[in-house]
């Protein structure tokens, strides 16, 4: 009798894990916990942002923030009448004075 030709393997599943290998977050904050996928930009959190201190304070009350948009944002919810009191036209120069030649 002939052993004919055997049967193709099946293809090998995909090995768990191999596909979520890039949602990983390797690198860990150990201040502040947050997970980043590369060491550089880890470093950088911790240079730039980590520990770093709201730097942009509001000139109405004692809130900071560290983005100005942020801040702008903050500054229109709670301090919009002020806002617009600041932003008063200023009053038109007095007009018809003309010391032309005559
Ligand atoms: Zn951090
Ligand atoms: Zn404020």
Redesign the pocket.
């Known amino acids: 009798m002939h052993v004919g030709a055997a049967a193709a393997p099946c293809p090998p599943a995909a090995a768990p894990g191999a596909g979520a290998a890039g949602s990983r977050l390797d690198f860990q904050c150990g201040a502040c916990g947050r997970g980043y996928m590369h060491k550089k930009t880890l470093v950088r959190h911790q240079r730039l942002e980590c520990g770093k201190e709201p730097s942009l304070p509001?000139?109405?009350?004692p809130?900071r923030t560290k983005y100005r948009s942020s801040l702008l944002t903050?500054?229109t919810n709670?301090?919009g009448d002020l806002m617009n009191m600041k932003c008063a036209p200023a009053p038109a120069p007095p007009d018809g004075s003309s010391p032309g030649l005559s």
């Open positions: 509001c000139p109405f009350c809130h903050h500054m709670r301090h």
